[in-house]
């Protein structure tokens, strides 16, 4: 009886081994198959027994695909599943775990340097001596890829699983990064993208944004482009009438009342480095409607457009 038992047995190693459908043999991996031999076999029960026992430690990949049955950590009941599958009793298990994923990047985005909420994210392009940080956005896996950066074909940063990285654009230029994922089943994906950094001393600069916050009557300003540092002029004008009922009060330190060439009572805040600014509405009437327009002078005097913001009570 031990004998006929010992011939089944090595029928079972021989003829009933799980080897990886050829389809799918490049960069994947069998559930089951504990010691990434390739194929699953009795050893894979095996050295799942072995591993309960405290006799040996299976790597991080090994052990995931020695869960055999999803249940999230290694059991005896692994075991048991293979070898119900070697005796040809669950190899249809086997063909719905086959796991066929691979590395892909969906995207490679550029962190917004300025996020208010209601408003869309602001990223204005990079300049010379600007750091940018960029996210690597892939498909969640329950084993994390890894990935290199190139830039302009120099290795960035080594081989990690972190999904962000920085980069500091020195000069003008183009710039080509190229990123890597590798996933825990030996594949990889590569994605590419460029940026183009204009040279500053020949770019305009131009407002990105410009919010006015009606509850804290401050109006945050962004700027690109051009060179920095910025400079900022407010010129607060009524929409309404040029002489508006009761006239302005006195100005704060840094706006100054002043008729336009127009004959409007306006108020304007010179350029200075203030990118917000308190808007002095107890200088206002409140029943009338006002614009602030904000315009922005960079280090080589070139200036952006005007862009006017409504102002709310």
């Given amino acids: 009886m031990k004998q006929k038992l010992s011939i089944f047995m090595a029928a079972v190693l021989l003829t009933l081994c799980l080897v990886i459908p050829a389809a799918a043999a490049d960069g994947y991996r069998l559930i089951g198959d504990a010691d990434e031999d390739g194929e699953v076999s009795i050893l894979d029960a095996t050295r799942i027994q072995r591993t309960l026992a405290g006799l040996v430690e299976l790597s991080v990949l090994q052990d995931y695909l020695a869960d055999v049955d999803g249940s999230g950590g290694v059991t005896i009941l692994d075991a048991t599943i293979i070898q119900r599958a070697l005796a040809d009793m669950a190899y249809d ?22 996020l208010t909420p209601g408003e869309p994210p602001v990223i204005p392009q990079p300049t010379p001596g600007t750091t940018k940080r960029f996210t690597i956005e892939e498909a969640a896996h329950e084993i994390p ?46 994605y590419r993208f460029e940026i183009d950094v204009p040279d500053s001393q020949n770019r305009t600069p131009e407002i990105i944004s410009a919010i006015y916050n009606k509850n804290t009557s401050i109006l945050s300003v962004i700027a690109g482009g051009g060179a920095a540092p910025y400079e900022y002029e407010y010129v607060i004008r009524n929409d309404v009438s040029p002489n508006p009922p009761g006239g302005y009060n006195t100005p704060t330190s840094y706006f100054d009342f002043y008729i336009d060439e127009n004959g409007i009572p306006t108020l304007k805040c010179e350029f200075s480095s203030r990118s917000a ?27 952006s457009e005007i862009k006017k913001v409504p102002i709310s009570f």
């Avoid at 719905?96 to 990047?105: E, G």
């Avoid at 940063?157 to 996933?183: C, K, L, Q, W």
């Avoid at 808007?279 to 922005?296: G, R, S, W």
């Fill in 93 to 114: 298990f086997y063909k719905t775990r086959l796991y066929t994923w691979r590395a892909k990047i969906n995207a490679v985005d550029v962190v917004p340097d300025c």
């Fill in 277 to 303: 600014v308190y808007i002095p509405i107890d200088q206002l009437t409140k029943t009338l409607n006002y614009t602030c327009e904000v315009q922005v002078r960079d280090a080589n005097g070139n200036l």
């Fill in 145 to 190: 890829s890894e990935y290199e950066v190139y830039v302009n074909d120099t290795l960035l940063h080594g081989r990690s699983t972190g999904e962000a990285f920085s980069y500091t654009f020195t000069d003008p230029g183009n710039y080509a990064f190229m990123v890597i994922a590798y996933d825990p089943f030996g594949g990889k994906y590569v």
